[in-house]
């Protein structure tokens, strides 16, 4: 059993930063990979990036490529999102979650979820 706790979300301007964090009990996080999802209002929940168990591989969505960054430290049982050059459409509650084994970019690969944090971006 692996419990997510995110945090970190707010109000921003556009073009602003915000890093997301992800807490994980337990002491297997190094043996899931973990993603960022998100849900916009009204819109199915995406997928926004994801790592390796160990940090070596990332994936991300095409609409944030280039703008945000997933990164994971296994010491401190955290992955985080660094989302940088914030635009109104990245408004949406934002997700971690949890796969066994390998990365992915399916949601319903991954076993655990967190129980979100909002950002939204002003114009």
């Known amino acids: 059993q692996v419990q997510l706790v995110e945090s970190g979300g707010g109000l921003v301007q556009a073009g602003g930063s915000l890093r997301l964090s992800c807490a994980a009990s337990g002491r297997t996080f190094s043996r899931y990979a973990m993603g960022w999802f998100r849900r916009a209002p009204g819109k199915e929940r995406d997928f926004v990036a994801a790592?390796?168990?160990?940090?070596?591989?990332?994936i991300y969505g095409d609409s944030v490529l280039g703008r945000f960054t997933i990164s994971r430290d296994n010491a401190k049982n955290t992955v985080f999102l660094q989302m940088n050059s914030l635009k109104p459409e990245d408004t949406a509650v934002y997700y971690c979650?949890?796969?066994?084994?390998?990365?992915?970019?399916?949601?319903?690969?991954?076993?655990?979820w967190g129980q979100g944090t909002q950002v939204t971006v002003s114009s």
């Open positions: 979650a949890a796969a066994p084994d390998f990365i992915t970019t399916i949601s319903r690969q991954y076993d655990f």
């Open positions: 790592i390796s168990m160990s940090g070596a591989r990332t």
